[in-house]
C-alpha cells in the first residue's frame, strides 16, 4: 500500500483527519474522520463514463449504473441497500457522465458496525452484481424514458454536439 496522504491540499481551517493511499490494485482510496459527526459516507468513482460505451451498446454505462443498486449474490433483494440505509438515516445516489460513473451514500453511523454493513453491501455492488432479467427490462425502459426526456435538454443537447 502506498501512502499518499502527504500530497493533499486541504483548506486551512479544515481539522478533519485525512488518509490517502493507493492498495496494490491501484485503487485510490480517501479517507476522511469527523470526530464530532455521526455521518459516514462513501463514494466509488470506476471511472467508466458514457465515452467508454461500445458503438453497438449505447448507454451501457448508465445502464450498469442503474443495475448495480439492483441486488447482489449476499444481498439479492432489490431494494436491500436503499432499505438499510434508509433504516439508519442515510440514502444513495449514482451518476454517468462522459468519463466516470459515480456511486455514493450516506449514512448515520454512530456504531461502527452500521458503517460496516452499508460498506459491506456497497462493495457487492462491484464484485456480485445480479443483474437479473426483470430488472433488466425495467431499467432499460427507466433508462430509455431518461434519455427521452433529456433530448428536449438544450443543455443535453450541447453536451452532444462536445462530445
Known amino acids: 500500500i502506498q501512502d499518499i496522504t502527504t500530497n493533499l491540499l486541504l483548506p ?8 490517502s493511499f493507493t492498495l496494490p490494485n491501484g485503487m485510490k482510496i ?38 448495480l443498486f439492483l441486488g447482489t449474490e449476499k444481498y439479492p433483494q432489490e431494494d436491500s441497500f436503499e432499505a438499510y440505509l434508509t433504516t439508519n438515516g442515510g440514502s444513495s445516489n449514482a ?10 451514500f450516506t449514512i448515520n453511523a454512530e456504531e461502527d458496525n452500521v458503517l460496516h454493513s452499508a460498506l459491506d453491501r456497497f462493495g457487492s455492488f462491484f464484485t456480485s452484481p445480479l443483474f437479473t ?10 433508462i430509455e424514458s431518461e434519455n427521452s426526456k433529456n433530448l428536449q435538454s438544450d443543455t443535453f443537447r450541447l453536451y452532444q454536439l462536445e462530445k
Open 12 to 19: 486551512p481551517m479544515d481539522d478533519r483527519q485525512y488518509e
Open 30 to 67: 480517501l479517507l476522511c474522520s469527523d470526530p464530532t459527526s455521526n455521518a459516514a459516507a462513501a463514494a466509488m468513482d470506476v471511472h467508466v463514463g458514457a465515452s467508454s460505451d461500445p458503438n453497438a451498446i449505447p448507454g451501457l454505462a448508465h445502464f450498469n449504473e442503474h443495475m
Open 95 to 104: 451518476f454517468t457522465d462522459s468519463e466516470d460513473t459515480v456511486y455514493y
Open 133 to 142: 432479467e426483470s430488472a433488466t427490462e425495467r431499467e432499460l425502459n427507466a
